[in-house]
């Protein structure tokens, strides 16, 4: 049972773009509906493991946290319509994968051990290769290119945003259970400024409440991924997590009929490979 709780995050994660782009909608809608089944899933999941004490560390960390996931969404899921879901999910993972990494050793010092230091070194090496070989394409020109360069600035910017969602918790020693509902919240609040900023006068239009279905899968990662930390360790629910990259980037080739030529394939698939190792080489390093 525990091992079939630690792959629904990779399921739950991997399935989400793809639900996502076949649902369609404005960047905004996409991820509103996330947001909006997060919040609801919060408030079930509060009621039943409400924290000890609502510390204002709790509140206002949790809150910050939430807060930053809906910017680095909106622009991932930019990237998506730039790109593509095949490329820029590597990408994203990679990126993130590596900030994480580099935070844990730097600011948390993390690597107390020979063994530690050998893993993380080697799951750095692995990433920026995978991040290298993931971001290949065949040579284009006018709008392609440019589509590709936008979507390599999304990604950096999304990147940036999750590895804070991802790092913020970790500064305050943070209970996942406990700061659900405060990070629910931000993500809520943060989405309806980007909606005013946008002036989007369909955040709530009938494709947001269709993505609820992307919240869904994204809940189900969250939630599970929590579930599996209890019952398997840090590392190995985080490290089977990591597998959504494989779950997303396969259902975008197979489902989403995405194209690549044979040559930026083996490329993918061998960054995807690499990516996939550094996360799990990062993991044992916990």
Known sequence: MSFLIAMIPALGWGFEAIVMQKIGGK??????????????????????????????????????????????????????????????????????????VLFGWLYFHEWKTTTAV???????????????????HESTQGEQANNFRQGLIDLIIS?????????????????????????ATGMLVAMLCIGGIKRDKQLFGKKTWQNLLTGVCYAAGNITLMLSEEMNGVAIGFTMAQLNVVVATLGALLILREHKTKKELIFTLTGLALIVAGAIASGLTQ
């Open 118 to 136: 050998a893993l993380g070194i080697s799951s750095i090496i692995l990433v920026i290769a995978g991040i290298f070989l993931s971001s290949y």
């Open 159 to 183: 990147s940036v945003f999750w590895v804070a969602y991802a790092v913020i918790p970790r500064m305050f020693n943070l209970n996942s259970w406990d700061m659900v509902l405060p990070q």
């Open 27 to 100: 960047q905004t809608n996409k991820v509103m509906g996330m947001v909006l089944m997060t919040f609801f899933t919060a408030l079930v999941i509060t009621i039943f493991k409400r924290p000890a004490v609502w510390t204002p560390t709790l509140i206002c960390a949790g809150f910050a946290a939430g807060a930053v996931w809906p910017i680095g969404s909106f622009f991932q899921v930019k990237s998506f319509d730039e790109v593509g879901v095949s490329m820029a999910i590597p990408l994203s993972s990679g990126m993130q994968v590596l900030g994480t």
